[in-house]
């Protein structure tokens, strides 16, 4: 295990000398999207929230098990603007609307003991980032901190909840939560699954063996749509499946409070079993019967399991489940060794790929991926076979890069830079372009991203940050233009209206790719503390973008736009303090002289070199009004044991 290295006594304390001749665009640009960001989310709050709780507004009700994730969703990427540097009452609101939210669900019977009673963890990880984000933001408040252990130890072995059966490593349903392992999928699908649901026509058939029906068209037959139904519940309704790997970070999310070695023991036993798994197969299989045999309700075959490989996003969905449960096992381990739980899917597509149009995929794929890939939609890309069944691999699309790019930044290995750079060679489409748009995930723009992180893209942090504020500004439009009521909200138009963006803010300021959606936590090269107003994310006026990053080095400039205020702030290594910065370098002005007001030209000041140690996980810079700073950060990822990082205190008054 890593040592811990927090809370170091006397960290490096480092002035900027060198005055911004000029303001850089990007950083007037990022200062900018953070003041439309500020604007963006009180209007979605004022529209579309009770005031009194914070709850949002809605009339219907909800017959099914489905629905708790679209409440969460609409907030998922609000408390990670906050970290960023987001409002000082921003925090206060997340933390009433999760609240508020909360209360509705359960009038609504979808919780029970504030969390889900129990749905599949595709649907859980995407709601509970809108919760790991209040915890990474405020781990001092204590309601939150209890609220992390409970829903935490929900899968401990032993829990009164029963999740989880030790023996045999197994989480015992697909849908799981405060309620324990939930029998079936619910009434939704249990009583008979019909052909006139026109947001699933597109996956196919949720089993492809049940005798009588070979197509989708035969569902029109209620004999046979029940029948589907009961063998949905019988054998999609039992059982453990991969997507469950997401719970990892639920209880990792929990462990970075106090280090409970219970909580790391069980994230490790339960990614280990999935490894063991997928080396005995020499595949990730999606299913474990309660006997704990892969394949026991699927006729011995490794793939078929409720949201795995066959239905109904494949690799889309196993490949998210992978990398949370390898990460999570990762942080609490201090190393990056079970990283291949998650190269294992990516493989497994990645070695059948062909080249093909996106003319020639149904129309719901080519919706998805036409805006993604702008002009370079109608040539030919490499795809990869994301589903497979019984009559073999299917559903070809473009490899969805933000897991590869994930693989990479968080372990930086040789061999998977190797895989990110195989990508990036046959994609068949341009990486360093920038595409306007924007999707559930908020994620997509990994590829110019790393195509400005190697030193082929500088114009990437103008474009992208122009990109951003066009964005807010559509979803600001489509706010004033919407006039439902909360008796026609349909749940998934919030996530379609929230104005917060944060994936660009997140690869410049913190260089790490946006959050895995389906229930990553929110990591970083590096984050920020105001140090100014006691509390975490960059500065007012101050801008941040991080240039270049290694295994052993990050390079970030600081730009403070003011031209009255000093401003000091804390660079930490890594989100939770998991990275130790062992050396700075960055330049200096020399003896710099008073500006000579005869002058005609600006100055050209003369730089000079300056290093210093710093061993520890934090170093404090103070930025003069106008100046800025570029850091080159040696580091030693990984070699702190990660922890949630309290609130700063106030070193001093900003007036």
Request: hydrophobic residues 35%; proline residues 8%; charged residues 25%.
């Amino acid at each position: 295990m890593t040592p811990d290295h927090h809370g170091d006594p006397a960290p490096q304390r480092i002035t900027a000398t060198v005055r911004s001749a000029a303001p850089p665009v990007w950083a007037v640009l990022q200062r900018r999207l953070f003041d439309d960001l500020d604007t963006a989310w009180r209007t979605f709050r004022d529209r579309y929230t009770d005031p009194a709780d914070g709850r949002l507004r809605y009339t219907g009700r909800i017959e099914d098990r489905d629905g708790a994730d679209d409440f969460y969703e609409a907030f998922f990427n609000w408390p990670a603007l906050y970290l960023l540097g987001g409002a000082d009452d921003l925090l206060p609101a997340v933390k009433q609307h999760w609240e508020g939210v909360t209360a509705q669900l359960t009038e609504l019977g979808l919780s029970n003991d504030e969390f889900e009673r129990g749905y599949d963890w595709f649907h859980q990880g995407e709601a509970l980032l809108m919760f790991y984000g209040i915890c990474a933001a405020d781990p001092d408040d204590p309601r939150f901190r209890d609220r992390a252990l409970r829903f935490a130890h929900q899968y401990l072995p032993g829990s009164p909840t029963g999740n989880y059966d030790p023996a045999r490593r197994i989480v015992r349903s697909p849908h799981n939560g405060s309620d324990g392992p939930r029998p079936g999928l619910g009434p939704q699908w249990d009583d008979g699954f019909a052909e006139d649901q026109p947001g699933m026509r597109p996956y196919g058939l949720p089993l492809e063996d049940v005798p009588g029906i070979s197509s989708w068209n035969d569902l029109a037959d209620p004999e046979l749509a029940a029948r589907m139904g009961r063998h949905m519940r019988d054998r999609l309704g039992r059982g453990d499946t991969a997507v469950n790997l997401a719970a990892t970070a639920l209880v990792t999310n929990a462990w970075l409070y106090d280090h409970d070695p219970r909580l790391s023991a069980w994230v490790l036993d339960y990614v280990d079993a999935w490894r063991e798994r997928a080396e005995r197969h020499g595949v990730l299989p999606d299913n474990v019967g309660l006997s704990g045999e892969v394949g026991e309700y699927h006729d011995g075959r490794w793939f078929g399991g409720h949201y795995g490989w066959t239905w109904p996003h494949g690799v889309h969905t196993l490949g998210a489940a992978a990398l949370v449960g390898a990460v999570s096992a990762c942080l609490v381990a201090g190393d990056a060794d079970r990283l291949d739980l998650a190269r294992r899917p990516l493989d497994q597509v990645w070695k059948q790929r062909r080249t093909g149009l996106l003319a020639d995929l149904p129309a719901a794929q080519r919706g998805a991926w036409e805006p993604l890939l702008g002009e370079d939609a109608t040539r030919p890309v490499t795809l990869v076979p994301t589903r497979v069944g019984v009559h073999g691999w299917f559903d070809p699309q473009p490899p969805q890069t933000a897991y590869w790019t994930w693989l990479w930044w968080y372990g930086q290995q040789d061999q998977d830079r190797e895989r990110l750079d195989a990508l990036a060679r046959e994609a068949g489409y341009d990486w360093s372009a920038v595409h306007a748009f924007r999707n559930k995930e908020e994620a997509g723009h990994e590829p110019p991203w790393l195509s400005y992180l190697a030193g082929a893209d500088p114009a990437y942090p103008e474009q992208a940050l122009q990109m951003a504020l066009a964005q807010v500004r559509h979803r600001m439009a489509l706010i004033a233009a919407d006039d439902a009521g909360p008796d026609e909200i349909d749940l998934h138009w919030w996530q379609r209206l929230n104005p917060v963006v944060t994936e660009v803010l997140t690869q410049l300021t913190t260089g790490a790719p946006q959050t895995l959606y389906n229930g990553g936590l929110q990591l970083a090269r590096v984050r920020y503390d105001d140090l100014d107003r006691g509390r975490p994310g960059l500065p007012p006026d101050v801008a941040a973008l991080v240039e270049e990053l290694d295994a052993t080095t990050t390079t970030v400039r600081l730009v403070n736009l003011s031209l009255t205020r000093t401003r000091t702030l804390r660079v930490r290594g890594g989100a939770f303090g998991e990275h130790l910065i062992t050396t700075a370098h960055w330049q200096i002005t020399p003896a710099p002289e008073a500006p000579d007001a005869h002058a005609y030209g600006l100055p050209a000041p003369d730089l000079a070199p300056l290093s210093a140690a710093v061993d520890g996980n934090a170093l404090h810079v103070t930025l003069p009004p106008g100046h800025e700073i570029r850091l080159r950060l040696d580091m030693r990822l990984n070699a702190s044991r990660p922890r949630h990082q309290s609130t700063p205190t106030h070193s001093r008054s900003t007036r």
